[in-house]
C-alpha cells in the first residue's frame, strides 16, 4: 500500500486567478519528490499561493531580504526527524509559499509555462523540506539540480534553455 501524502493548498491571493489543473500539478509535484527521494510514511505539506507583498514580508520577516522572491520553503524537520499530526499520524514536512506574481514573470522571463515554473518551485521547495541546500553553491547546488530535473522530466515537463539562477 502506498503511503498517504497530503498536500494542503492555499490561495491567498486575488491578483491572478489560478489555472484549472493548477492543485493538482502542485500535489503531483510534491508526491513526485517523494517517491525519488523513497520517502517513508504518510507525510503532509502545506502550499500556500501568494502576491509578491505577501511573499515580500514574508522574506523580510524570515530571512531579513527587503524584498519579494518567488518561493519561500519552511522546513519542519531536522535531520529526516519530523513533527507528527497526532490526528492521522502523518510526518509534517513544512510549508511552502509560492508567489504567482513572480511565477508568471519568471515562466515569461524564462520562456516556458507557467505550469513547468509552479512545478519547479514546487519541487525546489519539497526538496529544501526534505534537507537540500543549494545555497552553499558548488556540488550541492549542482545535486539539486539534477534532482529538481530528473523529477520535472517524470513529470513530462522537460527544461528548455540552460539552468537559471534563482531569485532568492
Known amino acids: 500500500m502506498k503511503d498517504k501524502i497530503k498536500v494542503i493548498i492555499t490561495n491567498d491571493q486575488f491578483s491572478i486567478k489560478i489555472p484549472a489543473g493548477m492543485r493538482m500539478l502542485i500535489r503531483r509535484c510534491c508526491n513526485a519528490v517523494l517517491v525519488n527521494e523513497k520517502f517513508k510514511g504518510p507525510a503532509e505539506i502545506s502550499v500556500t499561493i501568494v502576491d509578491d507583498e505577501q511573499i515580500h514580508q514574508l522574506n523580510l520577516k524570515h530571512r531579513n531580504i527587503d524584498r519579494p522572491?518567488?518561493?519561500?520553503?519552511?522546513p519542519l524537520g531536522v535531520d529526516g526527524v519530523y513533527d507528527i499530526n497526532n490526528d492521522t499520524g502523518a510526518q509534517l514536512l513544512g510549508?511552502?509559499?509560492?508567489?504567482?506574481?513572480?511565477a508568471v514573470r519568471q515562466a515569461e522571463l524564462y520562456g516556458h509555462s507557467l505550469n513547468r515554473e509552479i512545478a519547479f518551485l514546487t519541487v525546489h521547495s519539497m526538496l529544501h523540506l526534505l534537507g537540500y541546500d543549494h545555497e552553499p553553491g558548488g556540488l550541492e547546488l549542482v545535486r539539486m539540480r539534477e534532482k529538481e530535473e530528473a523529477v520535472l522530466t517524470q513529470l513530462?515537463?522537460?527544461?528548455s534553455g540552460s539552468y537559471y539562477t534563482m531569485n532568492e
Open 95 to 102: 510549508d511552502i509559499v509560492i508567489s504567482i506574481e513572480t
Open 69 to 74: 522572491t518567488d518561493v519561500l520553503s519552511f
Open 156 to 159: 513530462g515537463l522537460v527544461r
